[in-house]
């Protein structure tokens, strides 16, 4: 019997079936073990306490034996659930695409970082601009030939008949839009800003540019301010084993007029075939100078008084220099192979 009750037991394959064996079994009213038990009354006597122990046995060995299939019951199911939902953690996980900043916007955060060190509040202007500002406020006016430094993108609108938009070539404008609001000086203030200009692309022009324009004034502003100036920033940039070389240049807006350059970091200064730097061995990141006194006195400054010096950083040309980058076409070209780099 107890081999029969095992056999059907270890048939029993879910919570279900086990219900059922225990009813058939050891069910109180007519279950096989429990009418075994009743069955007492027709056993001799004497032999009525051995066989009282014996189905007792019994009993309390189908029931331990129940448990016992209870809980390996659900261990498997537990483990069947495991096994098809596993995760193998030993695999490598998937990469999740990382955004990040942009090499021109890292560069000139770092430049306006360390013009703030140095005092410089930053502001900002629009990229679409008047005339008057781009040009004739700095000196340039219609039929000057020196409009001709800078290939204009016009907008093709005449507001009232003569005032004429243009995406401004540089952020020079804002030389005046910021003297403007400021009743008297001082003034020391970095202005980053896009520029656009209608030409040719090589490996040092593009387009669309990058500018931080700079603009210190007050009485007694020298040149020598505008280069203790320059060269602090240029080591923040580049370090201290760069070679810087200024020169004489000519801007209708500052005189006097300079340029600096850095030496190429292809060529080493003496590539004729760099296409970088065209042979040059240096490579301009700024044009800069002493602000035209006429400027001073048109913002309603005392000329007489107080000077300044003003500043045009390219900053693509900054972050070229400092990563050894051969075309400033990379920037924009959107090439992630590029981008990922940086
Ligand atoms: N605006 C000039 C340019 O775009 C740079 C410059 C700025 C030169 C300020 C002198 C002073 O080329």
């Not at 098809?84 to 998937?94: K, W, Y």
């Not at 340029?259 to 301009?284: K, N, S, V």
């Not at 006195?297 to 693509?316: K, L, P």
Request: hydrophobic share 40%.
């Amino acid at each position: 019997l107890e081999a029969e009750a095992l056999a059907a037991l270890e048939a029993a394959a879910d919570d279900a079936a086990l219900d059922r064996w225990r009813a058939e079994w050891l069910g109180r009213q007519d279950g096989r073990v429990t009418v075994l038990l009743r069955g007492i009354r027709e056993v001799a006597p004497d032999e009525r306490a051995a066989y009282g122990a014996a189905v007792n046995a019994l009993k309390q060995a189908l029931e331990a034996r129940l448990e016992a299939r209870r809980q390996a019951l659900k261990r498997a199911e537990l483990e069947r659930l495991a096994r098809e939902g596993a995760i193998d953690v030993t695999l490598p996980g998937r990469p999740q695409p990382l955004g990040r900043l942009h090499p021109i916007t890292r560069t000139l955060r770092d430049c306006l970082d360390a013009f703030r060190a140095m005092g410089f509040r930053v502001a900002e202007g629009p990229e679409v601009e008047w005339d008057r500002y781009n040009f004739d406020a700095a000196r340039i006016p219609e039929d000057h030939p020196a409009r001709d430094m800078w290939d204009t993108i016009w907008v093709n609108t005449l507001i009232d008949g003569k005032r004429r938009m243009l995406l401004r070539t540089h952020t020079t404008p804002n030389q005046i839009r910021v003297m403007e609001r400021t009743p008297q000086p001082p003034v020391r203030v970095v202005v980053p800003g896009k520029c656009y200009r209608q030409e040719a692309t090589d490996a040092t022009h593009e387009w669309m540019l990058t500018q931080i324009e700079g603009l210190a004034v007050d009485e007694g502003v020298r040149m020598s301010d505008l280069k203790g100036v320059l060269y602090e920033w240029a080591r923040a940039m580049f370090g201290t084993d760069r070679r810087i070389i200024f020169h004489h240049s000519y801007f209708p807006f500052v005189e006097p007029g300079v340029e600096m350059a850095i030496d190429c970091f292809i060529c080493r200064g003496d590539g004729r075939q760099c296409h970088t730097c065209h042979g040059t061995g240096w490579i301009e990141i700024l044009g800069a100078g002493m602000v035209h006194p006429e400027i001073i006195d048109n913002a309603g400054y005392d000329a007489s008084r107080v000077t300044g010096f003003a500043f045009g950083i390219g900053v693509e040309r900054v972050a070229m220099l400092r990563w050894g980058i051969e075309d400033i076409r990379h920037f924009y070209s959107n090439d992630l192979r590029f981008l990922g780099q940086f």
